[in-house]
Each structure stands twice: as C-alpha cells, then as structure tokens.
C-alpha cells in the first residue's frame, strides 16, 4: 500500500520540477528565439525575396524572387575579383579575416611568453597589455585616425617630417594595400589580448617538471619551445584562432569606423551594410550575408574536418 502512495507522489514531484524547469527556462527561450532564431530564419527568407523601402510596411507579401538577389551580388562590381588593385568583398574578407586572425594569435602567443615568466612590474604590464581589448572601439578608432592623419598635423606625418623620412604628408588610410594592412594591424592590436589571456592560462597549467627533465637532456630554449610548450598549447591554440576567424570575418565597426570601408578595405559585412542601409536593398543585403555564412562556414568544416583532426592525430 505505502509503495502504491510512494510511486504517484515521486510522478507528482517529477512533473512538478519538469514544470518548473520549463518555467524557468521560459524567459531565455523567448528571448534566444526573438533575437537569434527568428532573425536568421527571417534573413534567409528575405534573401528570396524582394524587399526595400518600397514594401517594409507589408513585408511579409515581398514578391518572391528565388536567386535573383544572390546573382545581383555575386555579379555586383564591388564583389568580384578585379585584379591585386580591387580584389572584390569576397576576396578582401578572406584575406584580411585569414591575417588579421594570424597576427592577433602570433602576438597573443608571443606576449603570453613573455608575461608567464617572472619580473618586476608584471602585475601592471598586464594591465597594459588588457587595455586595447577593454577599450571602446570607438575611441580606439579616432585615436588610430588622429595618428594617421593625412595632414602634416597628423602624428605619423609629423614624426616622419621631422626625422626627414618624407617630404609631404602622406595619407596612409586611403592609398589602396596599406590601407588594408593598417585595417589588420589595428584588428591584431586591438584583439590579441584575447588570444593572450587563453594562451597564457594554459600556460601556467604546464607541469614545470617537463621543462626540468628537457633541461637535464640538453634541450635549449627553443627545443623545449619546439617539443613541449606548442604541444601543449595546440588545443588552446586551435579554439582560439577558430573563434578570432569567425568573430573577424564577421567584424564590421573596425573598418568601417576606420575606413568606412574605402581604399580596397570593403569586405562582405561592410558591403552588406551598403546594401541595407545605403542602397535600402534589404533583399540584397541579406543575400550579401547569406554568402558571407556560406563562406565562414565552409572554412570552419575544412578547419574543424581537417587541421584539428591531424592536431587529434598528433
């Protein structure tokens, strides 16, 4: 009898917390789907669609126009491959999300290194270190457009004047393949803190006592570098340059606060705003970021499927 008043009671009390997780869950739930489910499905379907200023106010009846947005960008002039001089969106996207992500690891790795070991003044060199991450981009941008400056007031031109490197100022932001590699070098600067605060934190997990039997064998620095300090950080490594690919190739404020995407530095984020908020082609806009999820997500598919199956391997 006590078993048969046992049983319904314990369905009872299951339900009851099934009920209550479900309850609690509720408000995430609205607002992951409000915010990231139904966004993404939206712009999928917007990208078959014609959409503009024309027919916001009843969208949902845009006329149906299959790949017509998708062909429209592929074949836009801002988008194809043009030579060395105008590689295209697509083009510019790789290559600057490609080394930007590089550099910003190669320098996390690098100060990481160097403030894992001992001196005076650590406590505050990573400080300095954090302070390109924790600043808004923002002022980090003007601060970068300020230095510069195509004006002989400008801070790189004054420097250069004055130590008689150049004759006349000269504008660094819009001459076509240096504006670019300041574009990367700002983004490797800006984020490879980042890099550096996950590298080091696995750094400080490596068991000192693999060094000390390398340095009884005769390795030196760079041996121990070599066959111990990269092994043990290629995990860390790998999930960092995969995150900082994605968030780059995505990156929009940066160029555009710095270049506003001119001067051969426009890459599919930026050319997606064009197409939403400057030709008020939304329908094209969404197509523009559909291929730049097409992209990314091919290149994470070949990273994942093959270069950290050969890390496995290893």
């Known amino acids: 009898m006590n078993q048969q008043l046992t049983l319904p009671r314990r369905k009872t009390l299951r339900s009851r917390e099934a009920r209550l997780a479900w309850f609690l869950l509720l408000p995430t739930i609205i607002i992951v789907f409000g915010l990231i ?28 126009i299959g790949l017509e947005n998708y062909v429209s960008v592929i074949n836009d ?4 491959f043009q030579g060395l001089q105008n590689m295209g969106a697509a083009v510019t996207s ?27 003044g650590r406590g505050i060199t ?18 970068w457009r300020w230095i510069l400056d195509p004006r002989p007031s400008g801070v790189v031109n004054d420097l ?6 150049i004759d006349a100022p000269m504008a660094y932001l819009s001459t076509r393949g240096l504006a670019l590699l300041l574009v990367i070098l700002l983004d490797a600067w800006r984020y490879f803190p ?25 390795a030196n620095a760079w041996e121990k570098f070599i066959h111990i300090t ?9 999930a960092v340059f995969l995150l900082r690919l994605m968030w780059t190739f995505n990156k929009f404020d940066d160029i555009f606060l710095l270049t506003g995407g001119g001067f051969g530095t426009k890459t599919l984020p930026v050319l997606t705003y064009e197409f939403s908020f400057r030709l008020f082609n939304f329908g094209r806009g969404a197509a523009a970021a559909m291929i730049l999820l097409s992209i990314l997500v091919v290149f994470m598919l070949i990273y994942t499927k093959v270069i950290m199956r050969n890390v496995d391997s290893d």
Do not use: C
């Open 160 to 165: 250069l004047m004055r130590a008689n490197l």
């Open 37 to 64: 489910v139904f966004p993404a499905f939206f712009s999928i379907w917007i990208s078959f669609h014609d959409v503009g200023l024309h027919n916001l106010d009843d969208v949902f009846h845009a006329p149906f």
């Open 94 to 120: 790789i290559v600057y999300a490609f080394t930007a992500t590089t550099l910003t690891v190669s320098v996390g790795l690098l100060a990481a290194i160097i403030l894992n070991r001992p001196f005076k």
């Open 77 to 80: 002039f801002s988008f194809k």
């Open 126 to 143: 990573r400080a300095i270190f954090l302070f390109p991450y924790v600043a808004p981009i923002v002022s980090v941008a003007f601060v």
């Open 230 to 238: 990269l092994p043990e950080l290629r995990y860390v490594i790998g």
């Open 194 to 218: 980042f890099a550096m605060l996950m590298i080091l934190a696995r750094l400080q997990a490596i068991n000192n006592m693999l060094y000390e039997a390398a340095e009884v064998d005769g």
